[in-house]
């Protein structure tokens, strides 16, 4: 199934552009970079810099997906509470094919 904006948070993220933009931990605000590797409880995020670990249930995340318009592609950002993907990314992706 396509990667959607909606359900978004049933897909692999390894590989998409993120922002947090909301965290328990005010140092991990407004980190922002590419999503490297996910384990049940957090995202590492590639930087500029170096590589972050972010907790997912304490932050918000705003992801870029790409969208087929047409004839060509559009940016969509995308917020995600950080609760919603708190499970091992493969039994998260599995969970797709219940929605059909």
Known sequence: ??????NL???????LPVDVVESTNPLLDNINGVVQDETK?????????NNKMV???????????LV????????KHVKVNGK?????????????KKMH
């Open 1 to 6: 199934m396509e990667r959607t904006p909606s």
């Open 9 to 15: 948070v049933y897909h692999e993220l390894i590989g």
């Open 41 to 49: 409880n957090t995202l590492i995020i590639v930087t500029d810099n």
């Open 55 to 65: 907790p997912k249930a304490n932050a918000n995340f705003v992801f870029k997906v």
């Open 68 to 75: 087929e318009s047409g004839d060509k592609y559009l940016v």
């Open 84 to 96: 919603l993907l708190l499970s091992q990314p493969e039994s998260r992706t599995k969970n797709i």
